[in-house]
Structure formats: structure tokens, C-alpha cells
């Protein structure tokens, strides 16, 4: 099943959209291409299959001096298929034109999914992805099961680990009654989802209240704050990657 948690119909934004999986034990969401960059973060254990580079067609036999015939060598005859487990708390970055099939192999599946650019997901609040069915890719997913640690955030996708300024997923984690003074990112769209603790965020002059499963879209040059109340602990995404860059910085 799907749930569509953020997009253009319900924020006004078409820079990315955000959704719920559940894949019930024993399913799989079939080979499927994308086509638009995805960042899935799973919340309980699955394996992932990928397969990229389709096969080059038989070349025409060619005659030798002999008069004999060869076909010589099949350039990009090439299938290349991996199998992963993956477990809760771990991500993976799927390029747009990859192919990828998650399986709930041992349990049921859940997974919160970000796609870049977001837009009306029609489809999608239909109950279904908009992804075909594919036997071959141009890229293959990135599975991402450890990040780096700066302080509050551990980046795990980055241009520096997926190859390209699409976005960047971190976890962000904050004590109870710390506070985030007012900012505001200029071109980036930022989206949270809270997987445990509470707290108000302050966005436009509008306070909200977030407790875990919540979800939050920041659009561009927008101020926004937050306080926590309890431990925070959230999964948060920009698009295009470029704020998480800040938290590398020494205090």
C-alpha cells in the first residue's frame, strides 16, 4: 500500500513528494524503473534487487579472410544483478532510470520514500507508484546503511556518497528543550519526518506541534524554527543537497 504524505496537492510544492510503503511479508513491489530520483529509508528490515544494462543485440556474423565466419565480442553484454538486506534505520538513494524491486523477504515491509521533483501524485493516491515494470536499468541503487556524524546529524546521502546534488537525507537528533533559531534555507525545500519525540515547529510565523509520525514540508525561503519538547529523533531531507553542508562545520 501506499500513503502519500507530502506533495504539490496538500503543500503547494512540486520540489518533492513523500510517501508511506507497507509491503505485507512475503510481497515485493515487482522490478520497477524510476523515473525520478527516490530516497527510501526503511523503517524495518527487507532485501533489495537491482539489475542494470541491458544485453547488446547478436551482431551479424562477419566473414574472415578464411572464409569462415566470427561474431567476435558482444560490447555491454552486460547484466549486472545484486541482492541486499537491508535493516531498519538504513537508506538507499535510487537514481532516476534504475531498477529496483524491495521484497519483505522476512517480515512485513515499511519504508518512508522521497522522490525528486515531487508533483500531484494522482497515482500514487490511487494506492500504486507510478513505476513500471522493468527487467533493466541505466543505474542501480545505493544502499546507504552508515552515515557520517557531525554533531546533531548524521549525514547519510550527500553529493559526496550518491554522485550527484539531487538531495541529501540525514538524521537528526536533538535533546529535549534544545532550540533551533529561526533560519531560512533560499533555493532548498527541506521535509521532515519525525520518528520519535515532540516539539513545535515555527514556520512563517505559524507554530506547529510535531510528535512522532509527523511530517513537515519547508518550501524555499521560508524562516522556520523549532523547539523541542522531548528527545527528537527524524529522518530530514533537502532538495537540492547544499544545508546539510553547514553541520560539518567545527562549533
Same mark, same amino acid.
Given at each position: 500500500?501506499?500513503?502519500?504524505?507530502?506533495?504539490?496537492?496538500?503543500?503547494?510544492?512540486?520540489?518533492?513528494?513523500?510517501?508511506?510503503? $507497507?509491503? $505485507?511479508?512475503?510481497?515485493? #513491489?515487482?522490478?520497477?524503473?524510476?523515473?525520478?530520483?527516490?530516497?527510501? *529509508?526503511?523503517?524495518?528490515?527487507? %532485501?533489495?534487487? !537491482?539489475?542494470?544494462?541491458?544485453? !547488446?543485440?547478436?551482431?551479424?556474423?562477419?566473414?574472415?579472410?578464411?572464409?569462415? !565466419?566470427? #561474431?567476435?565480442?558482444?560490447?555491454?553484454?552486460?547484466?549486472?544483478?545484486?541482492?541486499?538486506?537491508?535493516?531498519?534505520?538504513?537508506?538507499?538513494?535510487?537514481?532516476?532510470?534504475?531498477?529496483?524491486?524491495?521484497?519483505? %523477504?522476512?517480515?512485513?515491509?515499511? &519504508?518512508?520514500?522521497?522522490?525528486?521533483?515531487?508533483?500531484?501524485?494522482?497515482?500514487?493516491?490511487?494506492? &500504486?507508484? !507510478?513505476?513500471?515494470? &522493468?527487467? *533493466?536499468?541505466?543505474?542501480?541503487?545505493?544502499?546507504?546503511?552508515?552515515?557520517? @556524524?557531525?554533531?546533531?546529524?548524521?549525514?547519510?546521502?550527500?553529493?559526496?556518497?550518491?554522485?550527484?546534488?539531487?538531495?541529501? /537525507? %540525514?538524521?537528526?537528533?536533538?535533546?529535549?528543550?534544545?532550540?533551533?533559531?529561526?533560519?531560512?534555507?533560499? @533555493?532548498?525545500?527541506?521535509?521532515? *519526518?519525525?520518528? $520519535?519525540? %515532540?516539539?513545535?515547529?515555527? +514556520?512563517?510565523? #505559524?507554530?506547529?506541534?510535531?510528535? /512522532?509520525?509527523?511530517?513537515?514540508?519547508?518550501?524555499?525561503? #521560508?524562516?522556520? $524554527?523549532?523547539?523541542?519538547?522531548?528527545?527528537?529523533?527524524?529522518?530530514? +531531507? *533537502?532538495?537540492?543537497?547544499?544545508?546539510?553542508?553547514?553541520?560539518?562545520?567545527?562549533?
Amino acid at each position: 500500500s501506499v500513503a502519500v504524505l507530502l506533495d504539490e496537492m496538500n503543500t503547494g510544492n512540486p520540489n518533492a513528494s513523500m510517501f508511506e510503503i $507497507a509491503i $505485507a511479508a512475503g510481497g515485493s #513491489t515487482g522490478s520497477r524503473k524510476t523515473d525520478r530520483a527516490e530516497q527510501w *529509508y526503511f523503517l524495518g528490515p527487507a %532485501s533489495v534487487r !537491482s539489475a542494470m544494462a541491458k544485453p !547488446s543485440p547478436q551482431p551479424k556474423r562477419q566473414p574472415t579472410p578464411e572464409g569462415s !565466419s566470427s #561474431t567476435g565480442a558482444r560490447a555491454g553484454d552486460v547484466k549486472v544483478a545484486s541482492a541486499n538486506n537491508v535493516s531498519a534505520g538504513d537508506m538507499m538513494f535510487v537514481p532516476a532510470g534504475s531498477v529496483r524491486e524491495v521484497i519483505a %523477504s522476512s517480515g512485513d515491509v515499511h &519504508a518512508v520514500v522521497v522522490v525528486v521533483p515531487g508533483g500531484r501524485e494522482g497515482a500514487a493516491r490511487g494506492g &500504486a507508484m !507510478s513505476t513500471p515494470e &522493468a527487467a *533493466y536499468g541505466t543505474a542501480v541503487p545505493i544502499i546507504l546503511s552508515q552515515g557520517n @556524524k557531525y554533531g546533531a546529524v548524521t549525514i547519510f546521502a550527500e553529493p559526496a556518497t550518491i554522485k550527484e546534488p539531487t538531495l541529501a /537525507a %540525514s538524521i537528526l537528533e536533538l535533546p529535549a528543550a534544545r532550540q533551533v533559531p529561526e533560519h531560512v534555507h533560499a @533555493k532548498e525545500t527541506e521535509m521532515l *519526518y519525525i520518528l $520519535a519525540g %515532540s516539539g513545535t515547529m515555527t +514556520i512563517a510565523g #505559524t507554530e506547529v506541534a510535531v510528535t /512522532a509520525s509527523s511530517v513537515v514540508q519547508i518550501p524555499p525561503n #521560508t524562516k522556520h $524554527a523549532f523547539v523541542t519538547k522531548d528527545d527528537v529523533r527524524a529522518l530530514q +531531507i *533537502y532538495t537540492p543537497a547544499g544545508p546539510e553542508q553547514r553541520f560539518k562545520a567545527k562549533p
